[in-house]
């Protein structure tokens, strides 16, 4: 069985760089079958997906968001992070880590992280 738990702070201030962690258990994430991805839900809005990494380490970010937007990750800790720099209060959202079959479709994403509520303010 699956989970994920995001973590990581939950005020940020305008201009600094938001950071999250992924933790994983019970499956690896250098499994070949599966897009790690992080998704935000804004304040009354839809889910926005922002991007993943593979299990060969490769990246892919939303084109709105790729130019302030860096996934990494730690096979020894089974770990990816979400770095967003720059951020505006635009960005506050709840942040959702999840498991991808086919990251196109949200009916792919079959485990995803409770998710956690960052809020980008002075």
């Known amino acids: 069985q699956v989970q994920l738990q995001e973590s990581g702070p939950g005020l940020v201030k305008p201009s600094q760089t938001l950071s999250l962690t992924c933790t994983v258990s019970?499956?690896?994430?250098?499994?070949?079958?599966?897009?790690w991805s992080w998704i935000r839900q804004p304040p009354g809005k839809g889910l926005e997906w922002i991007g993943y990494?593979?299990?060969?380490?490769?990246?892919y970010y939303s084109p709105s968001l790729k130019s302030r937007t860096s996934i990494s990750r730690d096979t020894s800790k089974n770990q990816f992070t979400l770095q967003l720099i720059s951020v505006t209060p635009e960005d506050t959202a709840v942040y959702y880590c999840a498991r991808a079959l086919i990251y196109t479709s949200w009916r792919k994403y079959d485990y995803w992280g409770q998710g956690t509520q960052v809020t980008v303010s002075s």
């Open positions: 019970g499956g690896s994430i250098t499994t070949g079958s599966y897009y």
């Open positions: 990494i593979h299990y060969s380490g490769s990246t």
